[in-house]
């Protein structure tokens, strides 16, 4: 006889704690399935080791920027120790995650997950039936569809590298090429970017990536745009990279080359014919309660969802919306306005709210302020060369429609401009704000 239970979560992150917790709360039986160990991306394989990676990049940076300007001597990244420090945080999470489950009274499976019927799913030949379903299996990169595939590496190995190659190559120019890059480079190895597009980080504003496209040149790191990767060849001495830029055919040699072309929804092993699911154009076709369209038992969240943007605090926010409509019927629509996003290069840039050109499709009327200004006190006491913004404000109500930062503490002042969009906050309400001083908080009545 299969298992029952009231919900069966498919994944272990995030969106999978979150709404686990709550349908848990509620009294209902609960049981979460995992082929990977519990926590998902964002705490093992993502986010929070990536953060930790970067802590030992930006001490490197702080120290060369401060030499001559009262710092002396010297720094580098002990790759093996900068590792070993990331594992401090990822090494008991699994564990950590297990026991939250056993106190709440959580069964947790470790096992592949696939539907079998439109309510029930197997797990290493287990039979799980379930009144409900969420899936919250999170993404994976997308494939890329050329000649010696196998041979590309993951973020998640990159993550995992014991040693940091001499040469690494990463395709693609979103967010993990432009963070891994930095940190490769700070690290002391050869970074290429090999990007399809016109430029790196298409998901930000184009003038301040300009801008910090001046740090990938001062670190060395080889960014070809408009540049598509063809096929991988291994060879005795590591690996070439097969590529087309303008019609000339280009070879680059790399000891590792990464994954950085974007990342789908984790769906291919669910079998969700076999559930009743649909897709549309590769995603789960849900309804504004993020339910699916031809399966009322089942829900999504999070990446796996592919509602919206594909960042944590999305899964958790979707997490919410989907527990609240199990558990009280279709009430709560996800709600994605002045969610921001950050890539965490050194310096950062981010973004929350509307881009200018998007603003201008919208026919919106708006004032747009920028200015590079690394003539401000922020930047200055760094001895930093990268800071600058972007604001838009709409021209009848104040409210604010966008900003764009890069630089220093732009990954915590972004924060403030997303608290404005939310909540309705306008430009004279920011300015009338008394932010301490001096932080970097303290320049936001300066940009808009």
């Known amino acids: ?139 994976r990169p997308v494939p890329l569809g050329i000649t010696g595939e196998e041979h590309v590496a993951t973020s998640d190995d990159f993550l995992e590298l014991e040693v940091l190659p001499a040469r690494v190559v990463f395709i693609g120019g979103g967010y993990i090429a432009a963070e891994f890059s930095h940190l490769a480079a700070r690290a002391g190895a050869k970074a290429t970017v090999l990007q399809r597009g016109a430029r790196m980080l298409p998901g930000f504003d184009p003038d301040l990536v300009g801008w910090l496209m001046e740090r990938f040149d001062d670190l060395g790191i080889d960014v070809r745009t408009s540049t598509t990767v063809q096929r991988v060849e291994a060879t005795d001495r590591g690996y070439l990279v097969h590529a087309v830029a303008g019609g000339r055919e280009q070879t680059v040699a790399a000891d590792l080359i990464v994954h950085s072309a974007g990342r789908v929804p984790d769906l291919e092993a669910l079998d969700l014919v076999a559930g009743g699911i649909v897709l549309e154009g590769g995603r789960l076709k849900l309804n504004e309660f993020l339910q699916s369209v031809s399966n009322p038992r089942v829900y999504a969240a999070g990446d796996a969802a592919g509602s919206g943007p594909p960042l944590t605090p999305v899964s958790s926010h979707d997490a919410k919306v989907a527990a609240a409509n199990l558990i009280k019927g279709n009430h709560a629509k996800p709600d994605y306005r002045g969610v921001p996003s950050v890539a965490f290069t050194v310096p950062p840039i981010t973004t929350v709210g509307l881009g200018e050109a998007e603003a201008r499709e919208r026919g919106l009327k708006f004032r747009v302020k920028s200015e590079k200004v690394p003539q401000w006190f922020t930047a200055r006491r760094l001895a930093e060369r990268i800071y600058g913004f972007k604001t838009l404000v709409e021209e009848d109500t104040g409210h604010i429609l966008g900003a764009h930062l890069v630089g220093p503490h732009a990954d915590e002042v972004i924060n403030l401009f997303g608290l404005a969009i939310r909540h309705g906050l306008t430009a004279a309400d920011l300015k009338e704000t008394m932010f301490a001083y001096p932080t970097g908080a303290s320049d936001i009545g300066y940009m808009i």
Do not use: N
Not at 50 to 75: F, I, P, T
Not at 116 to 135: M, S
């Open 1 to 139: 006889m299969p298992d029952t239970y009231d919900l069966v979560v498919l994944g272990s992150g995030t969106a999978a704690q979150v709404a686990s917790s709550r349908a848990r709360a509620a009294a209902w039986t609960v049981a979460v399935v995992d082929h990977r160990p519990f926590g998902g991306t964002c705490a093992l394989r993502g986010c929070d080791p990536k953060k930790m990676l970067v802590s030992g990049e930006e001490a490197v940076d702080a120290v060369r920027r401060m030499r001559g300007h009262g710092v002396e001597g010297d720094v580098r990244i002990a790759w093996p120790d900068l590792m070993a420090f990331k594992r401090s945080f990822t090494g008991p999470v699994p564990e950590k995650q297990e026991q939250r489950y056993r106190e709440q009274g959580i069964d947790a499976f470790h096992g592949l997950a696939r539907f079998t019927g439109p309510d029930t799913v197997t797990v290493d030949g287990r039979e799980l039936k379930a009144h409900h379903v969420l899936i919250a299996t999170g993404a």
